[in-house]
């Protein structure tokens, strides 16, 4: 079964460092998405990606934030200058009729 | 605007019990909804999903109906297993944007 890749499962930072968190989407979808979950809350939208541009994002997702194709399968999203606040697990997910999460990358920001 | 409202939880049941989450929506227009799934350590999965209204969503002994007159989508299992341990999300999609309830943590206990 096709699957959603992210890269790394894990990664801890020091705030106003820079992140970038990787996804390989299902090859044939077209629109892909960043969710994030902070720990014991509810999953929130952040952007969705269709024709190599931002078709949508939410109020979360500001200056600090930035998506990328950069090679037509990887799927980057950018955290410029992380903050303490953005501590969350962050999926990466995938459409072509259903939504298709990866496993998810847990950040942590020290 | 669009909203999933679901029974918090945690939810703790003993194996064969009857399982009942209650999931409302709130939506314009005419809404796909979704129950995902999350094991512990892992991503969310899609679980079922119905369409339209009166279209029921089975999935691995889960059912949902999709309730147009009561804006719900409740998910049920008439004999949980241990294995069910997990937290489910009620989903609708409205476009190509998905919108998530809180989750609600269910663990079953021999």
């Known amino acids: 079964e096709p699957e959603v890749t992210q890269t790394p499962s894990h990664q801890v930072t020091q705030m106003g460092q820079e992140v970038i968190l990787r996804c390989v989407p299902i090859s044939n979808h077209l629109y892909f998405y960043w969710y994030r979950q902070i720990l014991g809350q509810k999953v929130e939208f952040l952007v969705s990606?269709?024709?190599?541009?931002?078709?949508?994002k939410s109020e979360i997702f500001d200056d600090q934030f930035s998506v990328e194709r950069p090679d037509g399968s990887n799927f980057t999203l950018k955290i410029r200058s992380t903050k303490l606040e953005d501590s969350a697990m962050y999926f990466c997910?995938?459409?072509?009729?259903?939504?298709?999460f990866g496993p998810g990358t847990r950040l942590t920001v020290t | 605007g669009n909203s999933v409202t679901q029974m918090e939880g945690p939810v703790t049941l003993s194996e064969e019990a009857f399982l009942t989450i209650n999931c409302t929506y709130t939506?314009?227009?005419?809404?796909?909804l979704f129950w995902y799934v999350q094991y512990p350590g892992e991503g969310l999965q899609l679980l079922l999903k119905a369409t339209k209204a009166d279209d029921k969503g089975s999935n691995k002994g889960f059912e949902a109906t999709y309730r147009k007159e009561t804006t719900s989508f409740h998910l049920e299992k008439g004999s949980v297993q241990v294995s069910d341990s997990a937290v489910y999300f009620c989903a609708l999609r409205a476009g190509n944007q998905f919108y998530f309830g809180t989750g609600t943590s269910l663990t079953v206990i021999p």
């Open positions: 997910a995938s459409t072509g009729g259903e939504q298709y």
């Open positions: 990606f269709y024709n190599n541009e931002i078709s949508e």
């Open positions: 939506a314009t227009g005419y809404p796909s």
